[in-house]
């Protein structure tokens, strides 16, 4: 076989080498069972490492609840928010307190799932699975999770990060006004998304201001200490459930947008109904999880299998005057 002969082979070779296998155009739409076929074990190998995870530290629950919010609502469920570098989401405001060991998390998992399956589940996929798995894993509902999702090619711009919800926000039109252009229209959507408080903690710079016995207290505890955390739910901090609406019932709210759901009359009827009834609330968040994981993307499901959730892939090489590699859409 002469030279001019071999190198289209070799290029070609190189390409499926340095690019896994792309999801084609037009393939499946996303379904809850799209990897069922191709890596039937993905879930069990989410869930099993979720669980690990949460038994050597149980703040990484929260600190993946938080992540897969601040990745789905600027620009939908694309894993951008793991990018790193400059103009990365996690050089931006909103971002810089996200925990970067839930982040790697992710990544560790994306490398168990590929190393079984082959690089055919995208970060974005293994986020979401993720996400439901500490929910349950701490004593929360369950919820369908579409799968099928293509990681972005680049991050979110900063205007659309600028656009999530503040815990300064004391206006809860304000907040429903966000939810709202994300497909998250009604009340009960921001009441219970809101409710993933109920696990997690807070660094002194975000809680409100000193006004009542119980902010008063934080800001006391804050002054001696101004490294400390502060539990998001005084009750049950640890646990998934409706204790984070009592809290608010008795204004123990940390977040000056959590005190402002129970001050508004469109959100005040909703977190004391949520505060009585455990089940109602999550019934509720199950439905928002699922609304929240369906934000539109822009320009539609398009982008790749990246083979590190922190960077995108290498550039694609051309051969025969296409490109071949991993970018796709579906």
Known sequence: MGAVAVLP????????????????????????????????????????????ALQREIALAAGLLRIFFHDCFPQGCDASVYLNG????????????????????????????????????????????????????????????????????APASSGLVDDLPSPFTASVQTLLDKFKTRGLGEAADLVALSGGHTIGRSQCDFIRPAEDTFSKKMAANCTKNPNRLENLDPITPDAFDNSYYIALTF????????????????????????????????????????????????????????????????????????????????
């Not at 994306?110 to 079984?116: F, G, I, L, M, W």
């Not at 690089?119 to 701490?138: M, W």
Request: hydrophobic letters at 45%; proline letters at 6%.
């Open 9 to 52: 082979l070799l290029v070609s070779t190189l390409a499926v080498l340095l690019c896994p296998p792309a999801v084609a155009a037009g393939a499946a739409p996303l379904s809850v069972d799209f990897h069922a076929v191709s890596c039937p074990q993905l879930e069990s190998i989410v869930r099993s490492s979720v669980q690990a």
């Open 86 to 153: 400059t103009n990365s989401e996690l050089q931006q405001g909103p971002n810089l307190s996200l925990q970067p060991r839930a982040l790697k998390l992710v990544d560790d998992i994306r490398a168990k799932v590929h190393a079984a399956c082959g690089p055919i589940v995208s970060c974005a996929d293994i986020s979401a699975l993720a996400t439901r798995d500490v929910v349950v894993v701490s004593g929360g509902p369950s919820f369908d999770v579409s799968l099928g999702q293509l990681d972005s090619l």
């Open 251 to 330: 204004n123990q709210g940390v977040f000056t947008s959590d005190m402002a759901l129970i001050r508004d009359r469109s959100t005040a009827p909703i977190v004391r109904q949520f505060a009585k009834d455990k089940a109602a609330f999550f019934a509720q968040f199950a439905k928002s999880m699922v609304k929240l994981s369906k934000v539109p993307r822009p320009s539609g499901n398009v982008g790749e299998i990246r083979r590190s959730c922190f960077r995108t892939n290498a550039p694609r090489l051309a051969v025969d005057g296409g490109d071949e590699g991993l970018a796709a859409s579906a």
